[in-house]
């Protein structure tokens, strides 16, 4: 079990669906992410949230779109997605932004686009 | 990001200690030394950070060299949950720093 909890822990999707991904933690970490993970290869950071503010953007197409409702959740929103966005969507948070505090990750949502 | 080396693959067996190598020639005077691992089908997880001083904890210890261009995981008995992939990261903030290719440890009984 992780601090970080993922729903859903699976999605399928179409390419022209719309659909969410969620991310809760209720650490009172000020700082969130979502990275995305392709199979055999390292996470990569697509957002960074601090204090519920986008902070960084790695330039990440904008059919992934961020929200940040309160300290506590961070959502992925998907849409029109291509079968390269297939992977595994991990969420992690920290205590704040810029400092040396662990990450603690969720396990991700594992993501096909069909 | 400053960069960092990890061997591809690892073996270790069961019981003994273990000694993860990572490069990083190219460290800043500010850089933290962070060391995440991955099990299969999970999200990584934090194993231990260190700035110059050797850093202990329940999971693992930190060897950093004098110099901060390399650095050594120690785990000091492996065992078969320890399998995984072994992140050495570089930053002030993990967050925000690249991970690379990591060191896939395999443990044999």
């Known amino acids: 079990d992780t601090e970080v909890t993922q729903t859903p822990k699976h999605l399928v999707m179409g390419m022209t669906n719309k659909k969410s991904l969620k991310c809760e933690q209720h650490m009172g970490h000020r700082a969130m992410y979502w990275y995305k993970q392709k199979a055999k290869k390292p996470p990569e950071l697509m957002f960074v949230?601090?204090?519920?503010?986008?902070?960084i953007n790695e330039s990440v197409p904008s059919r992934f779109s961020p929200e940040c409702p309160n300290s506590s959740l961070l959502n992925l929103h998907l849409h029109a997605l291509q079968p390269e966005d297939s992977a595994l969507y991990l969420c992690?948070?920290?205590?704040?932004?810029?400092?040396?505090?662990?990450?603690?990750f969720g396990n991700g949502t594992r993501l096909t686009v069909t | 990001d400053a960069k960092t080396t990890q061997p591809n693959s690892m073996e270790s067996n069961e019981e003994e200690p273990v000694h993860l190598p990572c490069n990083h020639s190219t460290i800043s005077g500010t850089d933290y030394i962070h060391w995440y691992r991955q099990l299969p089908s999970q999200g990584p997880e934090y194993v231990i950070h260190g700035l110059t001083s050797n850093v202990n904890n329940r999971m693992a210890s930190l060897a950093i060299a004098e110099d901060r261009k390399s650095s050594t995981l120690i785990l000091h008995r492996a065992t078969l949950r320890d399998a995984a992939v072994y992140y050495c990261i570089l930053g002030t903030n993990a967050g925000k720093s690249t991970f690379g290719d990591g060191t896939t440890l395999t443990v044999k009984p």
């Open positions: 949230y601090s204090y519920e503010k986008l902070s």
């Open positions: 992690a948070s920290s205590q704040e932004e810029g400092t040396n505090s662990p990450l603690h």
